[in-house]
């Protein structure tokens, strides 16, 4: 596939649309978007960035660049790093949204809220707090605050309340889109012009779960209502730590597998290793033997449940239940009992891991110079072995073994992220990297397991690996996007 | 050998490619969006929910796009050390606009020294040929020629100490301090040098005026004209060479001496004198027990608050802490250290706002964002030069912060930020009095002194 480099004449086209102050092709302005880090290391420079404010903009902007075959990349925040930028050359058109970043509205009964792209996490999570403090937002757990709830509705992130509810695609419930072919389409309910936003599924099919992972390949999302949940006063962090992956892995099933009650209550069950926290520090400025954590205290893995209650005495309850059943599992079923035992946190320590949004995971740069998350779905009884094949494989190229895994819907999914710290001035570093990247993505494809945000290079096989299905998708984006202009590179598209 | 932009940008590759494009320097708190504020205000620039997280880069605020923000900046950087983008007056209009406050930095989790990396991005553009903008060429020109960015004629630098009865203090040859006083106090806020010099009078320090000091550099080292900058170094460090401290009422003077001029001194020189800001004295004499304030009815009961100089509060926090990082063995363990000194650096103005309330009966009420998170004032970094619409409404925006806890005063330490803030509350009608804490303890003769310092607290830290 073939695209226009845009040139003047089509800055003129933006413009028109947009106004002077919203277009541009100024090289330090297409140079500021780039980003190689966080998810995504090839990425490219824009051509022109758009910053539009309204959904008929986006509609003129997206049919001119379908007639004259410009590519379209959107972005709400962008913090998805080298995965916010295009991913081929002509690069085209960047869509940045952030502009569009009204909160709608809030519906405590119906219990949504209705955003625009550009509203962040740190926005929605503050406003809600100030005007509707008994409920919150499914915000993105570990996303900086500028992150957005669209972004990551995009993304079908991993999002504070996923390990209880279920996946982050599963927490929005109506959209608008805009179609390259000039359609704006509402779906779920919205499908009706009068409806509240409270039926994913609509006059059905769902067509909204088509966007959900479609990293911006297939159209722009304009507006979404996203569910709001309880944000209850009585919350607290339970914690074990372990020696191996396999006890974490297990003892957290057994809690998820109670389905009601407890595991409902478990909002954020995430867990790791110990490199996790010795990677935020500079390499030369923190020993790296575990002799030294597990004297700080900090265990070889752990698993922490942060535990959300009604009442102090429902939190009590969970908490109890939780270590009741770890001690059953380290007495019974452990493969290494005698390690196991409660972690037991300052008060402090768990005011950090509940804060939200925060930083937490910004300084894994600090280690070197750059990272990358590469994050995988596992079932949930397979995330230990993935953390053991995948923690081998950075050892031997003498990468930290930084491992994160967390719960997805009561452990029904794993979401296994390993984070690669390097130094990123590096060209071996980087080779270093995308070789990981290819060893361990044939391993995990071979064991069928998912990409959770696939990079347009690496992680690819898996569509051809899913031919019908790819096959679908490409009909799919065919219809919505007839010349293909939409993100091109993202899901093996076009 | 003087050091060129593209070396420093050189140096700085590795922190320039830490960074992920988080945008977490965007805001003030970025780390707090349920921070308890005092809610939304209506000022004169729009309104602001002064809770959680807030948008704090003015330059960012004032421009939208993204390469105005921060994080833009960096990846600019990146883009030019990787070859991506090459220097144009494009790129220069980008970077230049930017008050190189250190709010971003102060945010970076990455600890990502943005200031020193921007400031480095703008020498180098001027290395590579591309021309100053008219507004800072002229200043540039002005410096050459005068010594100073405002025109004023040399000689007539220290015609407010004479004119206010202290030219003793001028070229006073057995002084072992010194007084640097800078161009904005010597030209335009005399009433700042006034008042500082008075203080040290009145506490019996025996200082000189050097008649050969001539401007910093700070503007120079701000908007990429190293070259400048780092001839008036040289001046200055002659001139000064036989002192043993150096004193400053001017955040941007001090931060120049004791942060730009060790980094672009020959390796392993050192500065050869001590440096200090006036308003250190002041709290360190409150804390000791060696002056107090007298009553004043004029001031009882005034809202005063009290605005943080980028350039001595943040500036000097970054730098302390990129220091401290250096030097650890072990950062898990020092973390903490590093913090505990920040916050007692931010504490220091405090000292002395405090002890006015306690015995003045002024009513101190801080603003929203302070100390790290503290908003620019907006004349930093050659933007009052060089955009002085920008510069005005970023202190207009600060201006509409003390209007939102109802202050009567607003206080700060910095003359080029009281510049700032008084045209901006004339130009904008934000009704408050802009005051120097120090000029305010002068010039309403607030000063009790209980004991004379001595020797060991005028040349000690
Ligand atoms: C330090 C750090 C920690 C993180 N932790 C988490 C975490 O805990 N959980 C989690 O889920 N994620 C996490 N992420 C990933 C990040 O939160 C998500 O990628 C983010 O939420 C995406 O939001 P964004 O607005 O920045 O998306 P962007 O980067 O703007 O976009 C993400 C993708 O969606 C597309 N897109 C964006 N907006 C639109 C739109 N309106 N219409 C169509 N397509 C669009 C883009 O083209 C891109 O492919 C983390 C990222 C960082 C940097
Ligand atoms: S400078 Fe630091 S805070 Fe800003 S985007 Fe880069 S990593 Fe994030
Ligand atoms: S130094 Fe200040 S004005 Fe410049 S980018 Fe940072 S926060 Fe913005």
Known sequence: MSYKAPDEKDLEAMIGIVGKNYASNNKAITASYLAKSVMGLESQIPDIVVRPKYTEEIRKILIYCSAEKIAVSPISGGLSGGFACPTIKPAGVLLDLGRMNRILEIDEANRYAIVEPGVTNGGLWAYMEKYHPDWAPPIADGAPPAATVMGDAIDRGFSLYTSSVGPQGDNFMCAEIVFPNGDVVRTGSWALPFAKPFYKFGIGPDMWSFLMGSQGALGVVTKAAVKIYPHPKHKTVVAWGMSNPYDMQDLTLEVGHQEFGISHNTVMVQGGNYPLVMTRWPKDKVPHEYEFFKEIGIPEWWMNWECWAQTQEELDYVVKRINSMAEDFKKNRAKDGAAMKPWELHPKQIASRMKKPNKIAVPYSFWDAGFLFITWYTPWNECAEFAEMYNAEMEKRDIPPVMWIASIERCRQAICMPIICFDSTKDEDFEKVQDLNAVTTEYSLKRGWLNYRPDPFIHIQAYYQAGMYWKYLRAFKKLVDPNMIMHPGRLALP | ?461
């Not at chain 2, 630098?157 to 030219?167: N, P, S, T």
């Not at chain 2, 000189?208 to 004209?225: H, N």
Request: hydrophobic share 40%.
């Open chain 2, 1 to 461: 050998m003087a050091k060129t932009g593209m070396d420093r940008l050189n140096e700085l590759k590795k922190e320039i490619f830490k960074c992920i494009h988080c945008k977490a320097c965007r805001f003030a708190y970025s780390g707090e969006p349920s921070r308890k504020g005092i809610g939304e205000f209506k000022g004169k620039q729009g309104t602001v929910l002064y809770e959680g997280m807030v948008d704090s880069c003015p330059a960012g605020i004032e421009y939208g796009w993204e390469a105005f923000w921060n994080a833009g900046k960096i990846w600019i950087a990146r883009s030019i050390l990787s070859g991506d983008l090459e220097f144009t007056e494009e790129v220069r209009d980008v970077i230049l606009p930017c008050i190189t406050c250190g709010q971003c930095s102060a945010q970076c989790e990455n600890k990502i020294p943005t200031v020193d990396i921007i400031e480095s991005l703008r020498a180098a553009c001027v290395e590579s040929g591309v021309p100053l903008i008219d507004k800072h060429a002229l200043v540039d020109g002005l410096v050459k020629e005068r010594n100073n960015p405002y025109g004023g004629a040399a000689d007539e630098r220290f015609k407010w100490a004479k004119d206010a009865g202290l030219d003793k203090f001028v070229n006073n040859k057995d002084a072992k301090i010194a007084y640097y006083v800078g161009c904005t106090a010597s030209y335009r806020q005399i009433e700042v040098a006034i008042a500082t010099a008075k203080l040290f009078e009145q506490l019996g320090m025996n200082f000189t005026l050097i008649e050969d000091e001539v401007c910093c550099g700070s503007p120079f080292f701000r908007i990429g004209e190293v070259n400048t900058a780092q001839t008036l170094m040289k001046k200055n460090l002659e001139a000064f060479k036989n002192v043993k401290k150096v004193y400053f009422s001017c955040a941007g003077c001090y931060r120049t001496f004791t942060i730009d001029y060790p980094k672009w001194m020959a390796e392993g020189e050192k500065l050869p004198f001590k440096t200090q800001h006036a308003f250190e004295l002041v709290a360190k004499l409150i804390q000791d027990k060696k002056i107090k304030f007298k009553p004043n009815a004029e001031l009882k009961g005034k809202v005063v608050t009290y605005h943080d100089p980028c350039h001595t509060g943040r500036h000097f926090a970054i730098d302390m802490e990129q220091e401290m990082i250096k030097e650890s063995k072990n950062l898990m363990f020092d973390s903490r250290k590093i913090k505990q000194k920040i916050d007692e650096w931010f504490e220091i103005p405090r000292i002395i706002l405090k002890k006015l309330e306690e015995d003045v009966g002024i009513v101190f009420k801080e603003m929203y964002r302070i100390k790290l998170n503290s908003m620019c004032c907006g004349a930093g970094g050659g933007v009052r030069a060089g955009y002085p619409d920008f510069s005005l409404r970023t202190a207009s925006l600060r201006c509409d912060e003390a209007n939102a806890v109802g202050a009567d005063i607003l206080t700060t330490e910095c003359p080029f930020c009281w510049r700032n803030l008084s045209d901006s509350n004339e130009l904008y009608e934000h009704d408050l009095m802009v005051l120097g804490i120090l000029q305010m303890i002068t010039e309403y003769e607030l000063l009790d002194i209980l004991q004379k310092p001595t020797e060991a607290d005028l040349l000690g830290k």
